[in-house]
């Protein structure tokens, strides 16, 4: 095939064709051309050589011309040339210029023809790829409709116009199948860039997916109106949706379930049936665990905002509407408002509390060398610990039925001997452990602490400087989407990760390790943020610190 006048315009018909049929930018055809005509010139002037084509976009001639570039020294005499040699071409030549001449145009053999198709089809089907990638990346988080296409080791393949998808079989709703062309609906969950083409999958069993159908059928969704808040889904059996409406006027739950339940059941008709409770949201996290939690009747909620976890006390008819088949409400709830639910019966909970009366009352039996009967007298007033008996205001002690100023005296006195003594047994126990008086003498650690410390070979103010906040305190980490508890070695004496932190950073400072000026910048810096938070979030702080 040469390339003459005959068909100079053929190679611009056929370019304005094949980005027709893959509609593709007609410039990458050509270019694909340009850089498929140049590989058959090499073959046929040399390899070492370097050819390039440009094809006119208006006429179709293509100009096969030799480039070669100016550089020190030579080394490829077919594509370099010396600044000497280049002076007949350039008048003032400089290292990096480029000199062109044109060359004869190439009679393509069969081989050659043949190569050159290649390149162009491989250029195109690259540019195809990345038109169909472009255009399905910003569908991420949509809903498409598609023709089933076949099944492939049970993933659905799906024609999707320019294009096709795949819907894996865990993300298809139960044992719902499909047969060629059938119509399928879907949430593009994810667009990914392979060495086979950009790959599309979708997912009918992903919480979005529901979202985004509410979206579709209830206007309000669409508007900002209401706002879908969280979802959980047991796919093709149950879901739970929690909204909020930023109108007073439009009830979520209404606007969501439609006229005589039109709206909500187009979107359980695409789910397969799949029954939806609709709850409304609330900010506080108790309110909206009980309505979660419907059907079932709640008693008491006790939330554990540091472990994400929550005890719920429900009635001891409702314990198995509250954990549903298979526990599928609770779970679900559970899903709904990211916290690990444990729910226990009125009956369960009364018998904890009975536990934790007894324990309390044999505490003050066994070290204040007191009957059981005054015993729970402390333990009803709200007494859970010798150094509130020792400590407290005496006010406090007078203000129980029965109890005159001797006794409270007397009380107290006992309480402060006992704490004595514990400590002073602590004390040798740490010493005997190998505690340093660097560590003993510390501020802020009792000699229980110590001896916690010790046990653990913390022993001197240089080792509990390098412990972490967390290790002292204890705190939570995520282990495969699982919130794991680290216990703490001062966590029984109930000190915080904020003392922790202090602690450490004030052994760090005493050692010299740290410089306290740069302890105070940093906290003025915290304090300069901390004085922009709105006043809301302040007021919530003074609530939080109230409660504390």
């Not at 076949?150 to 795949?166: K, L, M, P, S, W």
């Not at 409270?408 to 003594?421: I, W």
């Amino acid at each position: 095939m040469a390339i003459t006048s005959a068909n100079q315009l053929e190679l611009l018909q056929t370019a304005e064709a094949v980005a027709r049929e893959k509609m593709i930018d007609p410039d990458l055809v050509v270019e694909a051309m340009e850089d498929s005509l140049a590989r058959a010139a090499k073959s046929r002037y040399g390899a070492d050589m370097d050819i390039r084509v440009s094809i006119d976009r208006k006429t179709g001639r293509a100009t096969f011309t030799r480039v070669r570039t100016v550089v020190e020294e030579v080394e490829n005499h077919h594509a370099e040339m010396t600044v000497e040699e280049a002076k007949q071409y350039l008048d003032d030549p400089k290292v990096g210029d480029e000199i062109t001449d044109e060359v004869p145009a190439v009679e393509l053999g069969r081989i050659a023809a043949q190569s050159a198709k290649q390149v162009i089809l491989q250029k195109v089907r690259e540019a195809e790829r990345d038109r169909q990638y472009e255009e399905f990346k910003d569908r991420i988080g949509t809903i498409i409709n598609g023709i089933v296409r076949r099944e492939e080791y049970g993933n659905i393949i799906v024609d999707v116009g320019r294009g096709e998808a795949v819907l894996r079989r865990n993300e298809k709703i139960g044992r719902e199948s499909y047969r060629p062309n059938d119509r399928i609906r879907a949430y593009i969950k994810d667009v990914r860039r392979e060495a086979r083409g950009p790959q599309i999958f979708l997912s009918r069993t992903a919480p979005e997916f529901m979202a985004e159908l509410f979206k579709m059928e209830v206007p309000e969704i669409y508007d900002g109106i209401i706002e879908i808040k969280a979802v959980a889904r047991d796919p093709g059996s149950r879901a739970k949706i929690g909204v909020i409406s930023y109108d007073s006027s439009i009830d979520p739950v209404g606007a969501c379930v439609g006229m005589r339940g039109s709206r909500v059941q187009a979107v359980v008709n695409e789910l397969q049936g799949e029954k939806i409770d609709i709850i409304p949201w609330n900010e506080d996290q108790a309110t909206f665990l009980v309505n979660a939690l419907q059907p079932a009747e709640v008693s008491k909620v006790v939330i554990d905002e540091d472990a994400q976890s929550i005890e719920v006390v429900v009635p001891d008819d409702q314990l198995s509407l509250a954990i549903g088949r298979r526990g599928q409400n609770v779970r679900l709830a559970s899903q709904l408002t990211g916290l690990d639910i444990d729910i226990m019966t009125e009956a369960e909970e009364s018998e904890r509390r009975q536990a934790e009366f007894a324990e309390r009352t044999q505490l003050f039996v066994d070290n204040l060398d007191v009957d059981e009967t005054l015993a729970q007298l402390l333990v009803a007033e709200g007494f859970t610990s010798l150094e509130e008996v020792a400590y407290v205001e005496q006010d406090e002690l007078l203000s129980i039925s029965g109890f005159d100023e001797g006794t409270a005296d007397e009380l107290q006195a006992r309480a402060r001997d006992r704490l004595e003594e514990v400590n002073r047994q602590a004390l040798e126990s740490a010493r005997a452990l190998g505690a340093e008086d660097s560590l003993i003498e510390f501020e802020g650690l009792t000699p229980q602490m110590v001896e916690a410390l010790a046990k653990d070979g913390i022993k001197t103010l240089e080792d509990f400087a390098t412990c972490a906040d967390w290790e002292l305190a204890g705190g939570w980490t995520t282990v495969n989407g699982e919130r794991v508890k680290d216990d703490g070695l001062l966590e029984p004496f109930e000190v915080s990760l904020e003392e922790a932190q202090h602690l450490v950073m004030t052994a760090r400072v005493l050692l010299g390790w740290v410089d306290p000026a740069e302890l105070e910048g940093s906290a003025d810096e915290e304090g300069a943020e901390d004085g922009a938070v709105g006043d809301e979030q302040a007021e919530g702080g003074a609530d939080e610190e109230a409660r504390v």
